[in-house]
């Protein structure tokens, strides 16, 4: 089965500096690849998606990029704001096959 | 639309009692996902269903764990009888189905057995 993996499990940077967080998976045949914000006492939440057609993908202060040739994915958040601290979730997983394989996790603390 | 409903939202029990959490779907959505969420084992698949059929149970920890969804509009996972070791926090998910698509997770509910 597919296993993701997820580095770092812990970042901290100051307000205004960038965080990316990245992602390995092994099953090729995976094509879609979301990111989930999880707020403290809250379910996770997409933040954003990318599926294997593209290589990138852009939503105001958040990224993601594909290299599906090296099967990993990666998070990037610029301008971060406090409001940013949370626990972000990998997940890759390929069409019709109905659930999707989570990384651990990683918690980020932007700090004032 | 409410999102994802689940309920309770808290819940503490004594070991060996009978456990049941609740789930309502967005409605429209036809795949439902249980989890199960703790600090050393993070964010676990337990279970997921389409169209209220269980696809894939390779998850649930062992026969302490059932789920069932007898129509498209609720969900239940249960656990008896309940053990220290099942102190999580508990989501339900839902999706459309047929392509892998967003999975939109409830409020979640916190299950503490003493």
């Known amino acids: 089965g597919e296993n993701v993996e997820q580095h770092p499990s812990t970042l901290s940077v100051q307000e205004g500096d960038s965080a990316v967080i990245k992602c390995t998976y092994s099953?090729?045949?995976?094509?879609?690849f979301p990111w989930y914000k999880q707020e403290l006492g809250k379910g996770p939440q997409l933040i954003i998606d990318?599926?294997?057609?593209?290589g990138e993908k852009k939503d105001q202060r958040i990224a993601v990029t594909l290299n599906k040739t090296a099967k990993h994915f990666s998070l990037h958040i610029t301008e971060t704001q406090p409001e940013d601290s949370a626990v972000y979730f990998c997940?890759?997983?390929?069409?019709?096959?109905?659930?999707?394989?989570f990384g651990d996790g990683t918690t980020l603390t932007v700090k004032p | 639309d409410a999102g994802v409903i689940q309920s309770p939202r808290h819940e503490v029990t004594e070991m060996g009692q009978e456990v049941t959490l609740r789930c309502k779907p967005i409605?429209?959505?036809?795949?439902l996902f249980w989890y199960r969420q703790t600090m050393m084992r993070g964010l676990e698949l337990l279970i997921y269903?389409?169209?209220?059929?269980?696809?894939?149970d390779s998850g649930m920890p062992e026969d302490r764990f059932s789920a069932k969804m007898p129509n498209a509009s609720f969900s239940t996972l249960k656990i008896q009888p309940s053990e220290p070791r099942d102190s999580a926090v508990y989501f339900c998910?839902?999706?459309?189905?047929?392509?892998?698509?967003?999975?939109?997770f409830g409020p979640g509910t916190r299950l503490t057995v003493l």
């Open positions: 997940a890759a997983s390929w069409t019709n096959a109905g659930k999707s394989t």
């Open positions: 998910a839902s999706t459309l189905g047929g392509r892998v698509n967003e999975q939109f």
């Open positions: 099953d090729s045949a995976s094509n879609y």
């Open positions: 409605s429209g959505h036809n795949s």
């Open positions: 990318i599926r294997s057609n593209v």
């Open positions: 269903f389409n169209n209220n059929v269980p696809i894939d």
